[in-house]
């Protein structure tokens, strides 16, 4: 026969269609409310520009909406939701296509397009449908352990659209075979039904079932539509509004200052106090539990669960008239405990498919506490309170700023007319014993490889990361502001420090408060100097080592490379992967300030991630960050003790090793 004839009757067999579209209406009204009472939410946060950059955002949007890159992460859930997604998307397009055709009188709906796509396409979507809806129940029904919340509401999401497709099958099958539709075997599924249903139902009684089950499924259809934007289903609309308006900036740049000068709140303990982006980002929440699942904090049996943070201020947005009431302390997830377990990782912002900003949020609360309440754990208060005295965390320290370099010729900046290159040493790196064997082999390597540089010395105060991390955002701009002047009285232009908190702070946060500079974490300048050939390694030694991914240099602001090729030209094997590394890296536990907690025996974060390097067998695991040498190295003696047998691991920052593999003077690990 002639495909170019190809079509088929809109309503066929179905009469008083008009009802359909009086229903129609109170359908859309219903859903509308569903989705202005959501708009008018947002709308009760604060001010915030997230419409710049377009082009940018219709980038990531494609990438994470359209192709679901974020949700491809996890195989088997990227593969169901793809699946689901698509299917719906085909649906949709071919209901728009009936509509034109039928509705508008443009006869589109007919010939090769209406046999390719409306025909042979939409049925199989449909039934690629069907099976992400079944692997989606199966998964949900069959795994309570799974991080996933499990309610009635999901469970009767997943019925409903699969009872809604079922049943559009079943229409199409009882349709071809009681027309005899000569166009039948182009919709392979419906066919299927249509053959079935011929060996035992009589062509009356297909007419007679047809028309009921056109009413059910066209009542199932309206219900669904007028429903979905009460529930979890209005993701497909919010999850797309937040991924436009997501943050173009690394995860490391997301904290930004408060304006004092406007008398703004001094952080948030009320629903108002969060920016209409925040607001969204909790209606955009699909309950997937991603981001409790690789929380460093809740892994180890912390109260913390950013999932559960975000549901929770969802819900208040929902239930509460007064914006203006406390959210702290409401629920267990908005609890202090919770809000001061956070390391600042930045894992449940990396794996949030739709880019909520948890992390964010529980700096915001903590900041309240901090500077509105002054209630925070005893050995942060000490902390800060070096911070505000010394300019350093450390309060027990004996050290000073200039210990590090005795027996080195070390420029300070002061003494001399110019530089090339600033090292900023850090807190850590100057004022912590074992880090500063890191700066030492550090300094030597840019004496070696015939740098102009020169340290601050005296002059150095802490970048303010971890009062900034801790809630004490006033004593960071404070802090910034110093360093700040400091670098632009020396006209600094490159900065390099081994802290990737440092690295983060100078890069990402002090733009906002007027310091502009080339910030270089040392293995990004390390590497070119190898590269440029100013420093020759030999790698002579045969330990096996593995790198550890710094939270503020990997996943905040990915640099994965650089300190993997220092390793790699330092050592002569091939270096070793841990399972969670990279951007899935697990986090040492020192971040957020919990470097300064004295953490509950049973609940250490480093001993986990120790637990995680020992598993490779490694000999040595290689760092890059001061806070991460302190943990680790705590982490491994830790775990060793309690099992003498565990093969011994050193740790090490990969400036020592690239130093030990430069100098003339090799040694074995």
Not at 14 to 43: D, E, H, K, N
Not at 98 to 103: E, G, S, T
Not at 393 to 404: C, E, I, K, M, V
Request: hydrophobic share 45%; net charge neutral.
């Amino acid at each position: 026969m002639n495909g170019e004839h190809a079509t088929r009757e809109v309503f066929w067999n179905v009469s008083q269609v008009w009802v359909m579209y009086v229903l129609l209406i109170p359908t859309m009204l219903v859903a509308g409310y569903g989705i202005y009472r959501r708009f008018r939410t947002w709308r009760r946060g604060r001010p915030e520009q997230r419409f710049d950059q377009p082009w940018v955002r219709i980038q990531f949007l494609f990438r994470h909406a359209v192709v679901q890159q974020a949700t491809w992460q996890k195989r088997f859930a990227g593969f169901f939701h793809a699946l689901i997604f698509w299917g719906m998307v085909n649906l949709t397009v071919a209901t728009t296509v009936v509509l034109v055709h039928h509705d508008f009188g443009l006869p589109i709906m007919q010939g090769q397009f209406y046999l390719w796509f409306q025909s042979l396409t939409v049925d199989i979507f449909g039934a690629l449908t069907i099976l992400g809806l079944s692997l989606a129940a199966v998964r949900r029904w069959t795994s309570p352990s799974m991080p996933l919340v499990h309610s009635w509401e999901a469970s009767m999401i997943l019925i409903l659209l699969l009872t809604i497709l079922f049943s559009g099958f079943l229409l199409e099958g009882w349709r071809i075979a009681a027309t005899n539709d000569p166009w039948g075997m182009w919709s392979p599924f419906g066919y299927v039904i249509a053959m079935a249903s011929l060996s035992w139902m009589s062509i009356p009684a297909m007419q007679w079932t047809h028309a009921v089950t056109w009413w059910f499924h066209m009542g199932l259809v309206f219900g669904f539509l007028a429903w979905a934007p009460y529930t979890k289903l209005l993701h497909p609309l919010t999850a797309v509004l937040n991924l436009y308006t997501a943050p173009l900036s690394p995860i490391g740049g997301s904290l930004h200052a408060i304006d004092f000068d406007k008398n703004e709140s001094l952080g948030v303990n009320a629903l108002s106090s969060f920016t209409w982006k925040d607001l969204l980002d909790l209606d955009a929440c699909t309950e997937c539990g991603r981001c409790t699942a690789v929380c460093p904090a809740n892994a180890v049996g912390k109260l913390l669960s950013p999932r559960d943070l975000i549901l929770d201020l969802r819900h208040l947005s929902r239930t509460q008239d007064d914006f203006s009431k406390p959210i702290i302390d409401a629920t267990p997830a908005l609890s202090p405990e919770a809000l001061w377990a956070c390391t600042t990782c930045g894992a449940c912002v990396e794996s949030c498919p739709v880019s909520i900003a948890q992390m964010p949020k529980i700096v915001d609360m903590r900041r309240h506490l901090a500077m509105e309440e002054a209630v925070l754990p005893d050995t942060m208060e000490k902390a800060i309170g070096s911070l505000e005295a010394r300019g350093h965390p450390y309060a027990g320290t004996q050290f000073s700023r200039l210990d590090w370099m005795k027996g080195l010729e070390v420029p300070q900046r002061a003494d001399i007319q110019e530089c090339d290159v600033l090292l900023w040493v850090g807190c850590g790196g100057a004022l912590v014993e074992r880090n500063q064997r890191v700066t030492r082999a550090m300094a030597q390597l840019l004496d070696k490889a015939g740098v102009n540089y020169a340290v601050l010395g005296r002059e150095e105060r802490c970048t303010g990361d971890p009062a900034r991390r801790m809630g004490n955002e006033f004593l960071f701009q404070k802090l910034a502001g110093e360093n700040i002047a400091t670098l632009q009285r020396y006209q600094v232009k490159t900065v390099v420090t081994a802290c990737p908190h440092c690295f983060n702070t100078l890069r990402n946060e002090y733009p906002e408060l007027g310091g502009n500079f080339e910030v270089l974490h040392h293995s990004q300048f390390l590497e070119r100097l190898v590269s440029e050939g100013k420093l020759s390694p030999k790698a002579q030694s045969e330990a096996k080592v593995t790198f550890h991914d710094p939270c503020y240099l990997g996943r905040q602001n990915n640099i994965f490379d650089a300190p993997r090729q220092l390793v790699q030209i330092s050592v002569r094997p091939a270096s070793v992967e841990m399972e969670k590394s990279r951007e899935k890296s697990f986090c040492c536990g020192g971040g957020g300030g919990m470097s300064f907690v004295d953490e509950p025996a049973n609940q250490r974060v480093n001993q986990e991630r120790a637990r995680q390097v020992l598993e490779t067998g490694a000999d040595v695991v290689a760092v890059g960050c001061p806070f991460c040498m302190t943990m680790l190295e705590d982490g491994v003696n830790a775990v060793r003790s309690s099992d003498p047998s565990t093969r011994p691991t050193k740790v090490l920052d990969v400036a020592e090793l690239l130093w030990d593999s430069v100098r003339d003077q090799s040694t074995t690990f």
